[in-house]
């Protein structure tokens, strides 16, 4: 849903999960979930691409033995989760802070 929703669709769905008592602490760990599973997908599409193409210039055009570097791999994947958990949940502090009244007038 996060890739689909701009920032006033998520001012409402922050505005009716506070309406309905969800938890300022929840509404952050429900958006940086959301971000945290982008950053997964994301890194993991990334990552069998990057696999993909090294394979293939290792291979194909520089005739060289190719062994996949896993630790560099899921230091990036785990990285990229954390990166955009983080972004994602601070770029949205506004709209946490604000209260459902104002976020449904705006």
């Given at each position: ?6 920032k ?5 769905n ?9 938890t300022?602490?929840n509404?952050i760990?429900i ?24 394979y ?7 005739d ?8 560099r791999?899921?230091i ?27 976020l449904?007038?705006?």
């Amino acid at each position: 849903t996060i890739l689909m929703t701009t920032k006033p669709q998520r001012k409402k769905n922050v505005a009716l999960m506070k309406l309905l008592g969800t938890t300022r602490k929840n509404i952050i760990l429900i958006i940086a979930f959301e971000y945290f599973l982008m950053g997964f997908i994301a890194g993991l599409v990334a990552i069998s691409a990057s696999i993909w193409i090294e394979y293939q210039l290792a291979h194909a055009i520089f005739d060289v033995n190719y062994h996949i570097p896993w630790f560099r791999l899921v230091i990036f994947w785990i990285g990229s989760m954390i990166v955009l958990g983080l972004f994602g949940s601070i770029s949205l502090k506004d709209v946490i802070n604000q209260s459902p009244l104002l976020l449904l007038k705006s």
